[in-house]
């Protein structure tokens, strides 16, 4: 393919932005991993600089885009068969969205409520 | 170009993770790769934004209080197996989905070199290091507690 293909098309442009949100968010993740590294460690310091914010809040544009584009997708991927009927891809898309909305209040809600 | 770009479309060239031209064994290593690259992808889109969020943004701005603002909290919090073995799990799967997402940009990008052999070892390689480096932090970190 020509160099710079992925420009032509904004479907193209779209396609490559969902593949690289996996790098932002591997970066999140290494991370996450030093905080738990240095909550062990006499060093422990946590995150409350503008730099670390704003590079979150970059991460999350990219993470929202990843759970989006990779939640549509389950009415795709999934075949869902119930007393002989196929689950309609549109309510395996809901299903998947809602627990994205369940997980997203249980986690948040540990993180926040054992904090002191 | 499909919309739907998955190792299950990928996985059956030659060059895929696990794919086996004209082999009529069960393509057991493509099955591994489709399960961690599925598990770990489903499982990033359905908690990892949250933690950003909270952990990445709210806490630093001290909106809310967060566990990993104190370190004691942290600690305690992570002293649990439950959530050593859930950010085990999380890290691990999280991170085989983004070697495959990131070795095939690479190759839509037109960089031969990552269908290669070497290309698959140094990003799935790169993805059991992490792995390996994660159940070491947690295991070395705060001792295990139950309660």
């Known amino acids: 393919m020509p160099p710079g293909w992925w420009l032509r098309k904004r479907h193209y442009f779209l396609y490559v932005v969902r593949e690289f949100t996996a790098l932002p968010m591997a970066l999140w993740l290494l991370w996450l991993l030093y905080d738990i590294k240095s909550a062990g460690s006499a060093g422990f310091q946590p995150p409350r600089s503008i730099g670390f914010v704003v590079f979150s809040a970059v991460c999350l544009v990219f993470a929202m885009y990843h759970s989006y584009t990779f939640l549509k997708l389950a009415g795709v991927i999934i075949h869902l068969k119930v007393m002989d009927r196929t689950v309609p891809p549109r309510v395996i898309v809901l299903t998947m969205f809602g627990l994205w909305a369940l997980a997203s209040i249980v986690i948040g809600a540990v993180l926040i409520g054992f904090a002191r | ?147």
């Open chain 2, 1 to 147: 170009m499909s919309d739907v770009h998955l190792p299950a479309m990928r996985g059956g060239r030659p060059e895929g993770p696990g794919g086996a031209e004209h082999s009529h064994k069960p393509a057991l290593m493509h099955l591994f790769w489709w399960f961690m690259f599925a598990n770990g992808g489903g499982l990033a889109a359905l908690v990892l934004p949250v933690h950003i969020l909270v952990q990445g943004i709210l806490g630093p701005l001290g909106i809310v209080l967060v566990v990993d603002q104190h370190r004691d909290t942290w600690t305690s919090i992570l002293g649990n197996p439950i959530v050593k073995l859930y950010l085990l799990v999380l890290i691990a799967l999280s991170f085989f989905h983004f070697a495959h997402r990131l070795r095939y940009l690479l190759v839509d990008f037109g960089v031969p070199a990552a269908k290669s052999t070497p290309a698959q070892v140094i990003f799935y390689g790169g993805a059991v290091v992490v792995t390996l480096v994660t159940v070491w932090i947690l295991l070395t970190t705060v001792p295990m507690t139950l309660g």
